[in-house]
Every structure is written in structure tokens, then in C-alpha cells.
């Protein structure tokens, strides 16, 4: 079942990002440090109490995933049309449960959820050389909205 975090997922959810920082710190070690979270406990629980970046979990006695999410609208710009959007900030899916498309029911409630509130898309990024996350992606439908690019001086 997949529901809103609350406050005793906590611990659970720290387990789970940092298992997300380490893909990270993997592929690009120049940037992410390693055995550290995006989020500490006192801003999860902040988090927590937002309407704007809801957080799901997948639970079916334990919590196997979650996905960080962040609402905005876009209103009255000079150059863009006005839009709400959802923006996945964080999604994981613990190694052991991979595989198990704990991850595909976790998008589709957040699509149904974004649907829901009336949201024009869902937008996420995927690291460069995380190809198990953009083939996943990609399977769910999604499509290449923009690149990012860089040069290492």
C-alpha cells in the first residue's frame, strides 16, 4: 500500500536516503560525499508537515520505498505558461526490494496523485550514469525534458 510518510517513518526513511546518496556518491564521488543524507531527522519531520512536498511511502509492513515530492506553480511569467507541476525530488526503492516493482507503484500513485491536484507534468532528474534509473524512467514513460551539462575546470 502506498501512503503519506508520517512521523514513525522516519528512521526508515533516513535508512532509505542513504542508500540513495551512496548510488550517488558512486557514479559521481566528486560531488556526493559518502554515508550522509540529503535530509536530517528535524527536517523530515518539518518536511512532514508541508502540503507542497508531500512524501509516499510503500508499505506493505515495512517501509520498502518512498518518494519525495514538490509541488510549484508557475503564474503570470513573461516567458512560461502558467502551469503546476510536480517535481519528484527523491524516489528510492530499498535494494533489497528492487525488482519487486515497488517503484513502478510508487509512480504511478504519484502520477495519479499529480492528476489529481491538477498538475500539467511530473518532472524529475537522473544523474548521468544512473542508467538503472533513466531505463526505469523511461519504461514509466517519461522523456528527455531538458539536458544538463558541465565542464570540470
Same mark, same amino acid.
Given at each position: 500500500?502506498?501512503?503519506?510518510?508520517?512521523?514513525?517513518?522516519?528512521?526508515r526513511?533516513?535508512?532509505?536516503?542513504?542508500?540513495?546518496?551512496?548510488?550517488?556518491?558512486?557514479i559521481?564521488?566528486?560531488? =556526493?560525499?559518502?554515508?550522509?543524507?540529503? &535530509?536530517?531527522?528535524?527536517?523530515?519531520?518539518?518536511?512532514?508537515? %508541508?502540503?507542497s512536498n508531500?512524501? =509516499?511511502?510503500?508499505? %506493505?509492513?515495512e517501509?520498502?520505498?518512498?518518494?519525495?515530492?514538490?509541488?510549484?506553480?508557475?503564474?503570470?511569467?513573461?516567458?512560461?505558461?502558467d502551469?503546476? $507541476?510536480?517535481?519528484? %525530488?527523491?524516489?528510492?526503492?530499498?535494494?533489497?526490494?528492487?525488482?519487486?516493482?515497488?517503484?513502478?507503484?510508487? &509512480?504511478? =500513485?504519484?502520477? %495519479? &496523485?499529480?492528476?489529481?491536484?491538477?498538475? &500539467?507534468?511530473?518532472?524529475?532528474?537522473?544523474?548521468?550514469?544512473?542508467?538503472?534509473a533513466?531505463?526505469?524512467?523511461? $519504461?514509466?514513460?517519461?522523456?528527455?525534458?531538458?539536458?544538463?551539462?558541465?565542464?570540470?575546470?
Open positions: 500500500m502506498i501512503r503519506k510518510a508520517e512521523t514513525k517513518d522516519i528512521k526513511i533516513m535508512e532509505l536516503l542513504h542508500q540513495v546518496n551512496m548510488v550517488h556518491h558512486v559521481r564521488p566528486d560531488l =556526493f560525499k559518502p554515508h550522509t543524507t540529503k &535530509y536530517n531527522e528535524q527536517e523530515l519531520k518539518a518536511i512532514l508537515n %508541508d502540503d508531500p512524501i =509516499f511511502v510503500y508499505d %506493505d509492513g517501509v520498502w520505498g518512498h518518494a519525495f515530492c514538490q509541488i510549484s506553480e508557475v503564474r503570470n511569467h513573461r516567458l512560461l505558461q502551469i503546476k $507541476s510536480l517535481y519528484i %525530488d527523491d524516489i528510492c526503492v530499498d535494494e533489497s526490494a528492487r525488482g519487486k516493482h515497488v517503484g513502478k507503484a510508487l &509512480y504511478e =500513485f504519484v502520477r %495519479d &496523485y499529480a492528476k489529481s491536484i491538477g498538475c &500539467y507534468n511530473i518532472t524529475l532528474n537522473v544523474w548521468e550514469g544512473n542508467d538503472a533513466l531505463n526505469f524512467y523511461k $519504461s514509466m514513460g517519461m522523456l528527455v525534458q531538458k539536458t544538463g551539462m558541465e565542464t570540470i575546470l
